[in-house]
């Protein structure tokens, strides 16, 4: 098994530009409450799981550890989640800092995609991305970390 | 992910993309992004390990203080080459009446469980099949292997999806029969390399190629970098 040709392979996949992209101005990390957005397809024991191509989102409770893997892709390493879910989802890391007043806060909610989208992401970029935006807003959420898989 | 920063950002939102494949990274510029050379599945490198992983988030939090768009090598490269292969005692073999690679499955269940206790249920069973239907899975698959009729076999589901679950059946119990924590791609090299069952899945994924089956049902039966 060999990472760099899995990389190599995927990496040819189209991907979407932005020609004029926005940007949010910053501000002190002691000022913000952070949230975690993979695409790793993780879910709570008893929610619903992903299915190929599900441009929907599901919400991981911050209180929580009992998350899955649901991801339908078998091109990437699933025993390093397995052993530590931070590798994916930094929430213990993160709980940390807070308590350091390095961050002012960790968000109550974060959110999991699944990575394996069509080509266009229209829906997730018209539908799914600004749910999701919305409700990390609601939130009070400044800084989004997202992690992909 | 990187589509996502942007969505998010146009909402007010700042936002820190981890990049673990820099081709796309490159070509889709989130505001503010770090290329992690890692492997993939691992975008906060090392399992296990605290301290590299606030390395990780440091560097991703500092790019919160960039004026204007910005993308950054985190220093370090993790290669899945530098992976100590995983070593697991497998069980010998229980009964010369079934397959060895059903009777292996079997075998690891009473490790399966332990592990689920320990680390939880995070790749392991439950997506298509429960894991009272392993060993009828992995049946299904040596009888096409034999040479039944794919659709006639018997597969209780999806066949990717039941590949998965028993994959991640395998891998979960690899948590608690290694003598070391897995390193990249070695609980997925054990598990095709090492096992009867992980053997077993290869040699289908070829027979259905060469039987004319269409490629979304074989070719995701392994990683795609495995011959088919």
């Known amino acids: 098994m060999s990472d760099s040709d899995i990389k190599g392979m995927v990496g040819e996949l189209p991907c979407p530009e932005f020609p004029n992209p926005a940007f949010t101005p910053g501000k002190p990390l002691a000022q913000c409450r952070v949230a975690v957005v993979t695409s790793a397809a993780l879910h709570h024991v008893d929610d619903e799981g992903f299915a190929a191509r599900d441009d929907s989102f599901r919400i991981l409770d911050a209180g929580r550890r009992d998350v899955q893997l649901g991801h339908w892709s078998p091109n990437f390493d699933r025993s390093g989640f397995a052993h530590d879910l931070n590798v994916v989802w930094p929430i213990d890391r993160l709980e940390e800092l807070a308590a350091r007043n390095v961050i002012k806060a960790v968000a109550p909610r974060h959110l999991a995609f699944a990575g394996n989208q069509d080509e266009t992401m229209t829906s997730l970029r018209l539908d799914s991305g600004p749910a999701a935006a919305g409700l990390l807003i609601d939130d009070e959420v400044d800084v989004v970390v997202l992690t992909p898989v | 992910m990187s589509t996502l920063a942007h969505i998010f950002e146009q909402q007010g939102l700042i936002t820190l993309t981890i ?102 249920n995070r790749i392991g069973v439950g997506r298509e099949i429960d894991v009272g239907q392993i060993p009828d899975a992995i049946s299904a698959f040596v009888h096409i292997v034999e040479g039944a009729d794919w ?44 096992t009867e069952t992980g053997k077993l899945m290869l040699e289908l994924r070829s027979v259905l190629k060469a039987a004319g089956a269409p490629q979304s049902l074989w070719f995701y039966l392994s990683p795609g970098d495995r011959p088919a």
């Open chain 2, 19 to 120: 990049g673990t494949v820099r081709p796309h990274i490159e070509k889709v510029r989130p505001p503010r992004g770090l290329v992690c050379d890692f492997p993939l599945g691992r975008p906060l490198g090392k399992p296990g390990d605290a301290q590299f992983q606030h390395d990780v988030l440091a560097r991703l939090l500092a790019l919160t203080a960039a004026e204007g768009p910005v993308l950054e090598d985190y220093p370090v490269t993790l290669a899945d080459a530098e992976a100590a292969p995983l070593v697991c005692a497998l069980p010998p073999r229980f009964s010369n009446n079934i397959h060895p690679a059903v009777d292996e499955a079997e075998g690891i269940k009473g490790a399966y469980e332990r592990a689920v206790a320990q680390y939880g």
């Open chain 2, 151 to 194: 659709r006639q076999a018997g597969i209780p589901g999806n066949p990717m999806r039941v590949a998965q679950d028993v994959r991640g059946y395998y891998q979960t119990a690899a948590l608690v029969l290694a003598d070391h924590s897995p390193g990249a791609w070695a609980g997925e090299n054990w598990f095709y390399q090492h």
